[in-house]
């Protein structure tokens, strides 16, 4: 039998009501197997109310990490839901961890309890956001390491496109790396020394890296499907996913303010760009899986980052990463 | 009588009749002082439509940089009404420099002929985006200086606090750093240092920063109205710069295809945040102020950046640097 999928109950704007049941979801609709960690009263009462009892392990956990911690404060509560969580991964219990926690405590979290797998440098999370092809272009690294040396992005390339094959079933994806100016050799130290990594310069891989390599691409194209994954170090990748968010939001209530529609209509347009709630940002190259869904995820989100967990978990990312990429940890 | 702004006559999608044009505007209605830098017979040509030949001095160059023409290449076309116009305003002859032409060309030719003011030890791009809340917010540096040091970062504020004051009229501007996280201490290793660099530590100013700092902002800040000024590296602030371009479109065109509103009215509201029609982007802490229009501007906003390249020139966005932040070029 897989291993389970653990899913943080407590979690998430909408607390257990909705986490437990997204997780009962993703057991009955769509065959991941999942343990449920938080306040084990609790969560029975939910299970009890789904005439779910029995059918899903929970895992007690005492304390709650509070969605107003965004970051190192959680490490310190190690009887939280999150704590517990990352520990059954870590363990080997299960494959992967699913919180609807807020994103900077649940990465903080997750990176201090499970720690890089070996051959990653550095974790990345990737997130995809919504193209107006159509599709997604998975964005990677969005926040967890802010200063990456340049072989550190060369391996983000490899987990995002392994997100965008698992995730998003894009085979042989194109990955193209944030910069300014497309012509090669634009950009910063980073990103031209990076640029050289991922057209193959100066590393011995065995074998072609398993993505297509487009070149440099600008702000503009983040939304405009140019590519299947964009590379960028984690502090520009964050800057540019809450930028994705204001903007939309602003460019609507222009819109709104123009008269030109309604501030509901247009409110649903602005759900759309929600990157997080497109599966959510998974956190790649620790050793277990971790899915962050939106903290305000209903059931149906949690449900799904369930699904997305447990494909990543059994696709193998990391072994991309370690086939593909090693690198000596002291350069 | 004031020293002229130099025009570069040249540049632009639209050519010389809309520059010419601009620039007799700024003169006629702004009692902008102008020089005309180009092919003096195709000014002379444009001058005479409008009857103003003798009115308007020209400065011939022979030489036109192609709008396709981002960077480098521009610096070796030497004869180019760019290069002269650059070296009007170095030789003293002008205060300052307005084109239309590629901005990585402007930029590239400005830096290599102007060479840094005295204390400044790299120039800035400011741009100003309109916010939310109907005001406008400076972005510096918006694509100048891609690898800066936390000094420098620490110049940035100063040279856009002074766009803010002089452009746009805002007394005693509020500054933010472009960071992850808002708390102190959140970012990469540039910005933690930067951090501490504008709330004073560990440079001894000769009396208080020109400005209130707010702290860190995020990049859902940028179009709020959160601060009136954002300070960013060059690198993170061009990427900004052309996420909110490019997210503009892809909401709108989101919204479009969504039949919620006609593609026309909401082309009306994406021109409003286009940021280089706001008066222009403003390349800060050369010798002299240059100022880059938008590629498809018209008469009016030629004349425009005349305007705010010369309440530039005589604000003394320099000497600010001089008497705030000068900082030992060997740190």
């Known amino acids: 039998m897989a291993k389970s999928v653990v899913v943080d109950a407590m979690g998430g704007d909408h607390g257990p009501t909705e986490t437990v049941r997204g997780a009962v979801s993703a057991s009955r609709e769509h065959g991941v197997p999942v343990v449920l960690v938080g306040q084990a009263g609790v969560i029975r009462r ?15 956990a005492d304390d709650v ?3 107003s911690e965004r970051g190192a404060g959680a490490v310190a509560r190690g009887g939280s839901s999150l704590a517990v969580g990352c520990d059954l991964v ?3 219990a299960g494959a992967a961890f699913v919180s609807a926690g807020s994103t900077g405590a649940v990465v903080v979290s997750a ?9 990653v440098l550095r974790p990345a999370l990737a997130v995809a956001l ?11 690294d969005a926040g967890a390491t802010s200063d990456p040396t340049p072989e550190m992005m060369a391996q983000f390339a490899l987990l995002g496109s392994s997100y965008a094959e698992l995730v998003l079933g894009v085979s042989d994806p194109l990955v193209g790396l944030l910069s300014i100016g497309s012509e090669p050799g634009k950009g910063n130290r ?4 990076t640029e ?12 072609r890296l398993p993505f297509r390599f487009y070149g440099n691409v600008e702000g503009h194209d983040v939304l405009a499907g140019t590519v299947d994954v964009i590379v960028a170090d984690g502090f520009t990748g964050n800057v540019v996913l809450k930028n994705v968010e204001g903007t939309v939001r602003a460019a609507l209530t222009m819109a709104a303010a123009a008269g030109i529609a309604r501030a509901e209509e247009l409110r649903e347009v602005a759900r759309h760009y929600d990157p997080e ?15 962050v869904a939106h903290g305000s995820s209903r059931a149906g989100t949690i449900a799904r980052a369930c699904v997305v967990a447990r494909d990543l978990a059994e696709g193998g990312v990391v072994a991309r990463v370690r086939d593909h990429l090693t690198v000596d940890p002291a350069t």
Chains 1, 2 share one sequence.
């Open 190 to 193: 980073l990103t031209r020394r």
């Open 65 to 67: 990490v509070p969605m």
């Open 277 to 291: 709630t497109h599966g959510g940002a998974a956190l790649l190259g620790l050793t277990g899986t971790v899915v």
């Open 196 to 207: 050289e990594l991922l057209r193959g310069v100066g590393l011995s891989f065995p074998g």
């Open 130 to 140: 919504p193209s107006v092809t159509g599709g997604a272009t998975v964005l990677v």
């Open 90 to 92: 870590r363990e080997g």
């Open 111 to 119: 990176i201090t309890r499970l720690g890089t797998a070996p051959t």
């Open 46 to 60: 939910e299970l009890a109310e789904l005439g779910a009892v029995g059918e899903i392990d929970v895992t007690h």
